[in-house]
């Protein structure tokens, strides 16, 4: 093999060589040539002053747009007074309302109070220097008869409702006062006006249901605690009585703001009422209440003639004395209580008081609804004749 080296042509000088597509300025220096310093005329010279030299190996100070290295100076005694003086390093304008602060607030300050600010420059006018005149600093308007009761009060007193229908009934225009409409919440009225209601809260109210429950061990009465379901969970068109005598079907819209008018323990079974009616849950559950409520108990241990006396009146729990109770042999093992009140476990406890053990505890009346032949875990309707 054979291997043919090329040499390249001489570079031809002439006048046939190619020029540079601009001319160079001969102001500028050539990239080839180093940089060379500008001469420094004498007068120049002699302007600039020398650098002054670090002692101590100590950094010269660093000029800037916030510091320039110099310590600060104290400041100097202001012998103004402080309303006349501007404000000193440290203090911004809200504090000029504290160092020059008026001697009356009160009339430093004009009508309406969340106007403008003294630290803001703002200066009192007329209008607020006779505060007696002044209707914004009056006194609080008072009621027109603050004895008087007001409608809805009045209205769940004669049993017409409850006080929160009451007021929906009022808003809606559903009440009359001695023939005339009154759809403005608080109104107070005489103890002795006639109240009529219109037809629409009378079907308002007819769609309101109550529920009688079987409620079976192991669901609370109220919410859902530490893992027990409640027994509202029970109502559901499955668990309705076959039986059930109101005939009336199932709606969803029945369990909304359905609630217990009354507790029953975990570990009790009975009858349970839940109501949309607010004037059936202060029946059942008021202050007031009188509504009589029955329990079969059965127990183990002995009881004793004297103790007997102390369950129908004599006890106190919590210090609080008991209502009298009605209480007697069923049968040999199982006692029946009758209470006019409903304390948490009262029944336990007052067993406990007289050496007796609670083994099973049922509710089976409520005024005068009985639990009947409603089985355990299903419900039914309260029937429009139905009286607690």
């Known amino acids: 093999m054979t291997t043919l080296k090329l040499t390249k042509p001489p570079k031809d000088s002439g006048s046939n060589s ?26 120049t010279a002699k302007q600039q002053k020398p650098v002054e030299s670090v002692k101590n190996n100590e950094k010269p100070s660093q000029r800037n747009h916030r510091h320039d290295g110099k310590p600060h100076q104290p400041l100097t005694p ?181 609630a217990p008018a009354g507790r029953l323990d975990i570990d009790s079974t009975g009858l349970l009422v839940l109501t949309q009616d607010g004037r059936i849950a202060k029946q059942l559950i008021g202050e007031n209440s009188t509504v009589e409520k029955e329990y079969l108990v059965r127990v183990e241990g002995e009881l004793s003639d004297q103790g007997l006396n102390m369950l129908n009146f004599g006890l106190s729990l919590d210090g609080i004395k008991l209502k009298p109770a009605k209480v007697s042999w069923q049968n040999e093992d199982q006692l029946r209580f009758v209470l006019r009140e409903g304390r948490k476990r009262q029944i336990r406890r007052m067993c406990e008081l007289v050496g007796l053990k609670v083994i099973g505890l049922k509710r089976v009346r409520i005024g005068s609804v009985t639990l009947g032949k409603l089985p355990l875990g299903q419900w039914r309707y309260l029937m429009p004749g139905e009286r607690f």
């Open 78 to 258: 202001d012998s103004r007074a402080p309303a006349q003086r501007p404000l000193q390093r440290g203090e911004f304008k809200r504090d000029e309302f504290k160092r020059n602060a008026p001697k009356n607030l009160a009339e430093s300050r004009d009508t309406p109070r969340r106007g403008g600010k003294a630290r803001d420059g703002f200066e009192p006018g007329d209008f607020n220097r006779d505060r007696a005149t002044n209707p914004m600093f009056g006194p609080k308007p008072q009621a027109s008869n603050p004895e008087l009761p007001r409608l809805s009060k009045l209205m769940a007193e004669r049993g017409l409702c409850s006080r929160r229908e009451a007021d929906e009934w009022i808003v809606n225009g559903w009440v009359k006062v001695n023939g005339q409409v009154i759809d403005v919440l608080g109104t107070r009225v005489a103890t002795d006006v006639r109240i009529e209601i219109s037809r629409e809260a009378q079907k308002h109210q007819a769609e309101i249901v109550t529920i009688i429950l079987h409620k079976p061990v192991g669901y609370v009465s109220g919410q859902a605690e530490d893992g027990y379901e409640p027994a509202v969970v029970l109502i559901h068109p499955e668990n309705q009585w076959l039986e059930d005598p109101s005939r009336k079907p199932f709606k969803r819209g029945h369990l909304k703001n359905l």
């Open 18 to 43: 190619r020029t540079p597509a601009r001319r160079t300025d001969p102001a500028k220096r050539l990239r080839v040539a180093p940089p060379t310093k500008p001469a420094v005329a004498p007068e």
